[in-house]
């Protein structure tokens, strides 16, 4: 039977400049770095710390992709969940991390804020009012 989720492919340009925009930006862990024989690409996660679920980061053109489903920013949209939306919206946006909004949004279970990381990939930054 399936135990839980264990990771999720973000599919990027250059698992170099991603692997610092995760680390040193958003303050992700590095879990794994791991050089293909070839030389070719890498198996590279990241992670909250704490997390289980992890990122791996994919290099776009590094698989064969008869349908076009491995392009850098077509991934699915993620949630990143936070105490403090209003507090990281300004600390990520300090570090230069392009919102999609001007502020953070307010609604009846939320406060939240788009982003995107160097590849177009999009995230939300949640600080939830209600979890059940």
Known sequence: MIQKLANVAVVVKDQTKALDFYTQVLGFEKRTDIPAPSGGARWVTVAPKGQDIEISLFLAGSYPDTQNQWKAGTN?????????????????????????????????????????????????????????
């Open 76 to 132: 699915p949209f993620w949630t990143l969940q936070t105490d403090d939306c209003r507090g990281d919206f300004k600390l990520l946006k300090a570090r230069g991390v392009k919102f999609d909004q001007e502020e953070p949004a307010e609604n009846p279970w939320s406060i939240t804020a788009v982003f995107s990381d160097p590849d177009g990939n999009k995230f939300n930054l949640a600080e939830f009012r209600h979890r059940s």
